[in-house]
C-alpha cells in the first residue's frame, strides 16, 4: 500500500487546523481529524470501486475480475481497522480522562492523634 494518501491526509488535516502555521505552531494535526480522513478517503475509493464495476463490469476479463475483489477486500479491510482504532483512541482519551480527574488529592487535613 503506497503511504502518499497518508501523507495527503495529514498534510490536509495539518492546514485545515492551522491555517498554514508551522507545525511549532500554536496548532497540532488532531489523531481524530487524521483517521476521519483517511476513513472518508478510503471509502470514497470502494465507492469509486463500485462505480467503474457498475460501469465496466461486462467487458472485464477474469483478472480484472479478481483484481476488483482483491481491491475491495482490502479496502474494507483498512477500513475496519481504522475505525477500530478510531475506537481505541476515543476508549483512551476517555480513559486518560478520568485518571486524571481521579488524581486530585483533596487537601490533607491536620489530624489531631486521639491521646
Avoid: C
Avoid at 487524521?34 to 465496466?56: F, M, N, S, W
Amino acid at each position: 500500500m503506497e503511504h502518499k494518501p497518508i501523507v495527503k491526509a495529514m498534510e490536509e488535516a495539518h492546514n485545515k487546523l492551522n491555517r498554514g502555521r508551522s507545525y511549532f505552531g500554536m496548532g497540532y494535526v488532531d489523531s481524530y481529524d487524521l483517521l476521519e480522513r483517511l476513513i472518508a478517503d478510503t471509502k470514497y475509493e470502494l465507492e469509486k470501486l463500485e462505480r467503474t464495476k457498475k460501469i465496466g463490469i461486462k467487458f472485464w476479463s477474469d483478472t480484472q475480475l479478481m483484481r476488483y475483489n482483491e481491491s475491495k477486500y482490502h479496502k474494507k479491510l483498512l477500513i475496519e481497522k481504522l475505525d477500530f482504532l478510531y475506537k481505541e483512541a476515543r476508549k483512551s482519551e476517555i480513559i486518560y480522562d478520568e485518571a486524571r480527574a481521579n488524581s486530585i488529592e483533596e487537601p490533607q487535613r491536620e489530624v489531631e492523634p486521639p491521646f
